[in-house]
């Protein structure tokens, strides 16, 4: 099956920068997501990106697609103690029937005062 | 902005119970029911797939008589669990998609079986 892989863990200072990475293997991947999963929640969307796109920003995150590296970033600026919890990347693509989310494997988020 | 709503968010049951999760779409119709499985630490990985109307599909190696999903309406699908075991304890989580709205999640059942 497709694989999204994701580093486990980061850890950050408040207010600086956060980057989490995501890289994928389906090469016909449409939209690709963040979201965010607080301790025994469900998941939280942060945002979307359609992929023929290279860039989208919306508030402190920033998103970034190398399409052609099948690499995904989630930047978020000035991060905060509340922005602590798991990111997941996920992605949609004709592989997997075009509904199906894959999901990345998680990046555990720690915001340190 | 849309809401699913899942029930129970938290049960113990004792093993060989049934146990009954639902979801309801709150202010859209879904046409599509997804259901995740997550284990502490872990990503989620899908179990079944259902449609309003018919059959789930369900993903390679999850037992169908044992999670049995239905989706009546276009606003409520139900996981049941039969027969629950210590290892069907989880996180598990229900995913509506309809075209405007994208994926919205649940908020998570925590069933443990002791």
């Known amino acids: 099956g497709e694989d999204v892989e994701q580093s486990l863990f980061l850890s950050v200072r408040e207010g600086d920068s956060s980057v989490i990475n995501c890289t994928y293997t389906?090469?016909?991947?449409?939209?690709l997501y963040w979201y965010k999963q607080e301790p025994g929640a469900g998941l939280q969307l942060l945002t979307y990106?359609?992929?023929?796109?290279d860039m989208k920003q919306d508030q402190r995150l920033t998103v970034l697609l190398n399409k052609k590296d099948k690499h995904l970033s989630l930047r978020i600026a000035d991060t905060q103690t509340g922005d602590s919890a798991i990111y997941f990347c996920?992605?949609?693509?004709?592989?997997?029937?075009?509904?199906?989310?894959?999901f990345g494997t998680g990046t555990q988020l720690k915001v340190e005062l | 902005g849309a809401v699913v709503s899942q029930h129970p968010s938290r049960v113990i049951c004792k093993s060989g119970t049934s146990v009954k999760i639902e979801c309801r779409s709150l202010?859209?119709?879904?046409?599509?029911m997804f259901w995740y499985r997550q284990f502490p630490k872990q990503s989620l990985m899908l179990m079944a797939t259902s449609n309003e109307g018919s059959k789930a599909t369900y993903e390679q190696g999850v037992e169908k008589d044992k999670f049995l999903i239905n989706h009546a309406s276009l606003t409520l699908s139900t996981l049941t669990v039969a027969s629950a075991h210590p290892e069907d304890s989880s996180f598990y989580i229900c995913s509506a998609q309809e075209a405007s709205h994208g994926y919205t999640f649940g908020s998570g059942t925590r069933l443990t079986v002791v």
């Open positions: 389906d090469s016909s991947s449409t939209y």
């Open positions: 990106i359609f992929s023929n796109m």
């Open positions: 202010d859209f119709q879904a046409t599509t």
């Open positions: 996920a992605e949609t693509g004709l592989t997997g029937g075009g509904n199906k989310l894959t």
